[in-house]
């Protein structure tokens, strides 16, 4: 293990570009503001982007945290996005070393009904279909999934059938409160979602999502981790509940399906079961690529957990470390 890298700031999502063997990391304080830094050497050495995400004098609006950082198409090498609060959609077009805004989305004619979740409005997931560049999801926390078309030119709500037990109108167009989105590698098409209020799956691109909760000890949750090779196998850990974030009983448990969110099964096998009081972010879950993939997760009590049987038994890989706010899995040559 080496580092700290940018000791004491909160580093909400850092992750490995294997376009360009770049390390991108999502740099916030509360005192010092949000950079976006990148490196080439493993953290020998870092740069931030000039200009990063941020908006423009005029606007009104100030920038408060950096969520997110995506990389593009792989057929895209220079293109890279960045999620922020208050929720807007960033895009680089020279490997993360500038950034500019892509306006269509912070100006949706819905964002009057967009509201800020307990950690502000925060666009914290962005998906690029691989097969089709132009094809991007982003989830919002509480405005829920937006999809385009046309490489961010326009944007439509994607949330059919998700529901905001909060809102007077369950099943609204907008102001779900998504809190993880992913697009399943193995196919591309479908997508799963963690949502303040229930497991989603859909298979149409986003045009409609079905609740796959059952068989869950809660509906509420944060990390997500989805198979890289069998678009029906998914990894969740769920939390008792928004008035409080830890694992239902006081037992950290791992949930996995084999059939798209149909049934579950829980494990528990080098996970306490008892006076478990942790959570886990929406970032701290990962898979890697291999055809068996390792699965890996960071409590916000420090601990690093890691395994190499799909989830059905646990070790600690890492102790004693501040809150893990993201956790990222990458398979490099060195």
Not at 122 to 130: E, T
Not at 135 to 156: M, Y
Request: proline letters at 8%; a negative charge; glycine letters at 12%.
């Amino acid at each position: 293990m080496r580092g700290p890298f940018h000791p004491g700031r909160e580093i909400n999502h850092a992750i490995y570009d294997s376009r360009t063997g770049r390390v991108f990391a999502t740099a916030n304080d509360a005192w010092f503001g949000c950079e976006l830094a990148y490196t080439d050497d493993w953290g020998a050495n870092w740069a931030s982007a000039s200009p990063g995400p941020a908006f423009a004098k005029d606007s009104g609006k100030t920038l408060e945290r950096l969520w997110h950082v995506e990389p593009g198409n792989p057929n895209e090498p220079d293109v890279l996005y960045c999620g922020i609060a208050p929720a807007a959609l960033f895009r680089s077009h020279d490997r993360g070393a500038t950034w500019s805004e892509i306006p269509s989305l912070s100006s949706h004619p819905t964002r009057a009904h967009w509201n800020p979740g307990a950690g502000g409005m925060c666009l914290h997931s962005i998906q690029v279909d691989p097969a089709n560049p132009r094809r991007i999801f982003v989830g919002i926390s509480a405005a829920g999934v937006f999809k385009t078309e046309d490489a961010g030119e326009t944007w439509a709500p994607a949330n059919k059938g998700t529901r905001a037990e909060f809102l007077p109108e369950k099943f609204a167009e907008v102001g779900q409160c998504v809190h993880k989105l992913l697009l399943s590698p193995a196919d591309g098409k479908t997508l799963y979602q963690q949502n303040h209020c229930g497991m989603y799956r859909s298979e149409d691109g986003g045009a409609s999502w079905v609740e796959i909760s059952t068989g869950l000890p809660s509906d509420f949750g944060f990390p997500l981790g989805v198979h890289p090779h069998d678009k029906k196998t998914l990894f969740v850990l769920p939390l008792k509940g928004g008035e409080f974030r830890c694992p239902p009983d006081g037992a950290l448990r791992v949930f996995r399906s084999r059939d798209g969110g149909a049934t579950w099964a829980a494990f528990t096998n080098g996970l306490p079961q008892q006076d478990a009081f942790m959570g886990v972010y929406r970032e701290g879950m990962a898979l890697d690529r291999h055809r068996n993939p390792g699965v890996y997760f960071g409590t916000n009590t420090g601990k690093l957990y890691a395994s190499t049987d799909e989830g059905e038994s646990w070790r600690v890989i890492a102790d004693n470390l501040p809150p893990i706010y993201s956790v990222s899995a990458a398979e490099v040559s060195v």
